[in-house]
């Protein structure tokens, strides 16, 4: 579309990538790239972790989002990066449909990222990705003991607060992103947040 | 007071606290503190859960490639960088030019997050300097350490060759950079054996000196081009060990971890264990252990070595296979006792000697059962040949049932005749009637070692180790063994019914055998009636002798047995009632109260109180909503379940035992109950919803019946109540992986040794639940249903063998609901249904009298719930009808 030479300043590239340009959608993705890659990391399930890298995904996810650039020209009121994240989203489904079909009968329940609500399977996902991280099995063991407090604490917490802790900070995302996908108000949102990291001190406190 | 700008205000502050961590950076809560005043604290837990997570979420793999990026080589100034030689777990290792001395080292970069506090620096420097200490030929030698912009290194000498590990993974056509023999000649198994013996001199001699390596494997064995081996990275991998748990050292590579390694335990014979790993992945060119994943590897480790090596590859000498198994043992006792002892048996193997490692005989155990028979050694009667080679006959056990039953029957004759005699001598001299009273007595007292061995049989010959092994779940024994139980117990119910005071002793221990019978065979109304007759003896002996200890024990005993019926039913009423009147009888006399069976039967009896409810097969939801105050409330007894009651009882029984394990350390009778009430008070935690507590109690049963297994290894009786602890909660998380594989593994055990035991095939469906559950969680349908459809007919044939055993009707029951709701939880409501009906049809409940209560419960809820369905299912086909 257009081929004039984009600008490099993030706010620019989003602008012009709206306007359909794929070389400023380039310039976002790479700028967001190591965010979507925290998000992939933490939603691909460990069992194909082996035959899928979150490289491939984030490779494929680019394509994807260069395909279906128009409807991002749609979408207003979308950031761009909550909008790369959907498009992540929509690919890790397609991965895990992929590879694990023959375990798994609904396999969008199992990843779908919370659009608007909050994913079952969280603090699972949180315990995998905590117990994955580490090769050596000292750190599994000496981190086993926290993370199964931890895992039991966001167990007894309400699904949003659960959802804010791991959108907050498994997949890094601002309070204001968080609030967009949750689709709660940006205070809510700190509120619930604030009140459950809270109620996380406590309870750890009272494990220990 | 918290306004909203309040909390904006501080989760910008977290906002940027986590971001500063992210960027690598190392800001403290207090430097927050500093600057952002905090009078209600909220701050403070705001900061200190956001570092929580960040520092667990950190993992080794942003540690690994940051960690060469931000090495500055300029900095180093004595060194030169040739190459980087390798990465692993610990950092990254190059090869350098030590430039004043000009020699050739290798200097490894340890990865910071292992070094990160001052307390663990000062540790590894104390640790290298144990390791530069050791002088060998075939150990690395140390330089010494330093460190250069935050980075801390490790000097040692350079040696140019490979890794044993990278010379495994080099391909077969690919030319290996140092001399092999050839595969799978006998020169290349010579070739592993002596590296071998070369490993074990070498670690021998550290271990002499007090240094352990605690990480042997492949990769840190190198050979150089010479074809000499040395040994790597002495006791570094105490370095990551986290200096804040409680764990003691674990440490290591899971792949290359003894089992007890899991435990915190490690000794020289954990290093013996991974020489033999090492071995074993030499001589098979495969790693012993080779998880799918990480969890996976942890589970086989813990596990243990299954595979032989001449199962791989036949073509391995035998007594080099046996050497490396012995050193592969699961139990670190039956490994040889230093890397030395295992050196020489190399050693032996290389010269051609007779090796010391022999192969388990399996007979061993069986004989040993014939060594405790002091009771009928002690005894010179007529009928003494007959009792003991029927007691040892039988105890023997499967191979001579006929006999053993030919042999029982005409000792049976024998005994009633003293039994008929005695009764005639009652009005005869009194020199026959003692003769008569005497021969009695044998044929009871062996009699009753005979029921011991037989209802301990399935739990193998500790019943008297143990005490009341046959808990929670009867039957349990085989049907060969109810056979002869059965030609038995006429002659205890003849004896029983005799009413002469004269004989009022022997008949209540008639009765309370006759009892112990019924309970094997499962038939547990005969059972009650039984032990209620014996306990109506014993009462009118404690009456007629007050100051007879034994008998107030004995009535205790057998009340405590009366409510293992009880809970067994469910009658919750009754197991309180029975609670109130053992503790009244025990309370009332203080003599039996000093004695160390008084308290444990005190003990128990609380304990059998508190763990009513989970025995009587009730699960937790029912439990609750019963408690909760649903419709199922109108049953009264259910009323007086009060999760409090239950707690108070099992403090109490902990407080006991634990007093009189301290007492006698050695007595494993009250070790094992006081892992039983520690199961039993995590249960009753996690029904109370105090899972914290509930958790600690579970490690605490776990460790203790750990260490029970480990003392008496092999027994059967163990690891059955190891597994039940295991499985007795529905933990979240990790240890729930491994705490399912171990009681999948001691199951599998159990079920080899004998599989038509109904105990264990009960505890095999409970295994199939907890894993099944697992599957439920991440929603994987299909495999919980094909695990729990197992379960089901586990139950069914239960239920149709043990008809008088409610529980496992109850869990039938269960079970066929669970099914029923993974059908409703996929939209199945049809499928749902019509299994429902399917299974009621097939077996359908049985509503005969005296049916227990906990039994009724689990009727009306699958009622209730199939009435449900059927609403639902028509509710459904009317809104997909036009009107």
Known sequence: MSDSKVSADPDEAVAAMRDGSADALAIVFSHYRERLRQIIRFRLDYRITRRVSDSDVLQESYIAAAKRLEQFSQQTDMPAFLWLRLIVGQLLIDVHRQHLQAEMRDVRREVALPANGCSPHTSLAIAAQLAGQATAVSEVVARAELIEKLELTLNEMDDIDREVIALRHFEELTNIETAKVLGIDPAAASKRYVRAMARLAQLMTAFN | MCTDENQIELDRIAEEFASAIRCGETPTIEEYLDRYPDPSGQLTALLSSVAMIEALKGGTSKEHSNLADSIDFAELEDYVIVREIGRGGMGIVFEAIHKSLDRRVALKFLASHLLSEAKQFARFRLEARAAARLRHPNIVPVFGVGSAAQQHYIVMDYIDGTSLRNLLASSADEQPPIEVPNLGTQHYFDWVAQHGATLCSALESAHAQGVLHRDVKPANLLIDRRGELWIVDFGLAKLAEHSNTATGEVIGTPQYMAPESFEGVYDVRSEVYCIGLTLFELLVRRPAIEGKNTADTIRQAIVGVKQTPRQMDSKIPRDLETIVLKALS???????????????????????????????????????????????????????????????????????????????????????????????????????????????????SAFTEIVENIAGRGIEVDADVLGEVTDTTAPSVSPQDAVLLQSLLGFFDQLAANNDEELLSESAVAAQRAAEIYTSLGELQHAERAFSEARNRYHRLCELHPDDTTFILSQADVLN????????????????????DTRDLLHASDPAMELADG????????????????????????????????????????????????????ETAIVLLNSLVEESPADHRYRAELARAYRTKAEVAWRAKTRAESETAVRRSIELFEDLLAENRGSAAIRYELATTLLCTETLGFNQMVRAARADELCRTLLESSPTLPRYQSLKARSLQNLARLQLKIENWDVAEAYLKQVEAIYASLRGNFPEVD??????????????????????????????????????????????????????????KLNKLRDRSSSEVNATEPE
Do not use: C
Not at chain 2, 368 to 387: G, H, K, N, Q, Y
Not at chain 2, 623 to 631: E, H, K, N
Not at chain 2, 807 to 813: I, S
């Open chain 2, 599 to 650: 308290i444990f039967q005190l003990a128990r009896a609380h304990r059998l109180f508190a763990s009513v409810g989970s025995r009587s097969g009730l699960d937790h939801a029912m439990l609750q909503s019963s408690l909760a105050g649903s419709s199922l409330q109108r049953h009264h007894w259910i009323k007086r379940l009060r999760t409090e009651w239950d707690l108070d009882a099992i």
């Open chain 2, 561 to 580: 047995e009366l409510a293992v019926i009880a809970g067994l039913r469910g009658e919750l009423a009754q197991a309180k009632q029975l609670f109130i």
């Open chain 2, 807 to 864: 529980v496992y009707e109850t869990q039938h029951a269960q079970v066929v609901e669970s099914i029923a709701d993974i059908y409703v939880a996929q939209g199945r409501t049809d499928a749902a249904l019509e299994y429902l009906e399917q299974i009621l049809r097939r077996t359908p409940p049985r509503l005969r009298s005296g049916l227990s209560p906990a039994a009724a419960i689990q009727y009306q809820r699958t009622r209730a």
């Open chain 2, 330 to 444: 699961r139990e670190p006792a039956a490994r040889y006792h230093s890397a030395d002892e295992l050196g020489n048996d190399l050693q032996r193997y290389l010269g051609h000697q007779p090796i010391a490692a022999r192969r388990t005989r399996i007979l061993e155990r069986m004989i040993r059962w014939t060594r405790r028979e002091p009771v009928i050694a002690s005894l010179t009667l007529s009928s003494f040949a007959l009792l003991a080679a029927l007691a040892i006959v039988s105890a023997v056990g499967y191979y001579g049932t006929h006999s053993a039953l030919a042999t029982a029957q005409s000792a049976k004759q024998a005994a009633e005749q003293s039994l008929e005699l005695k009764i005639a001598a009652l009005t005869a001299a009194d020199e026959q009637r003692t003769r008569a009273e005497k021969n009695l007595q044998v044929a009871l």
